[in-house]
């Protein structure tokens, strides 16, 4: 599972126009046929100027139950210790993990930074479709690992990244210098754990032998699901 490559994986990325309405926190309002334009317009920009790369690395893991109701997911072969409740309910069923570090590049970051001086509705717009689009990313990256260890008879769960639930936002920082993605990818990360370029996304996925762990995420199984302020219709989030 270190087969970085997807064969142009931005051509792969179809900027689901709903996603960036969420993002905007749209509620079912009325919207305007001009601003419809604009968020159509957006995302075929958008598509245009993002540069998306990845990079992805297996390990095996060991988990520990500790005495202060608090628990440890330790990756062999590394000093990162995952110290999550969240994570080791994910991983419970799990004996590796994959992680996973993606980013849009820089170039949107600056098309974004432009648009906050020249035309800021465009650019918090467009500041969601890249959101979207990084999200898609994943979800690409994802499908495909999900497919390659079917093969192996093998399963995913959902992917985990450091900011939810109880999983501290400064680990990105540890995954980061791991899988050594400034070199890989151009992606670093500040020492409180916000990632630059910005739409990028660290994550884990437990791989598993057993085919009823929980892929799929979702806002019932999501620890944030109380206070996201991304929800979708019928759920209390939207990741």
Known sequence: MDNNKINNIKSLVEIDKNEVLRYLQYKNQDIKSDLLDIIDQSIEETKKIINPRFMMRKYSIKKKKLFDKKSQVILEGTNLILESNDVYDLLLE??????????????????????????????????????TAIEEVCDILQDDIAKKLLKEDKYITYRYSPGYGDLSIENNYHIINILNSQKEIGLTVTNSGIMIPRKSVVALIGISDEGTINSKKSCDNCSSRHNCEYKKEGHACGN
């Open 94 to 131: 799990c004996d590796e993990c994959i992680l996973i570090a993606a980013t849009l590049g820089l170039e949107i970051e600056k098309e974004i930074r432009k648009l906050t001086y020249t035309d800021l509705t465009k650019g918090v717009i467009i500041d969601s479709c890249a959101t």
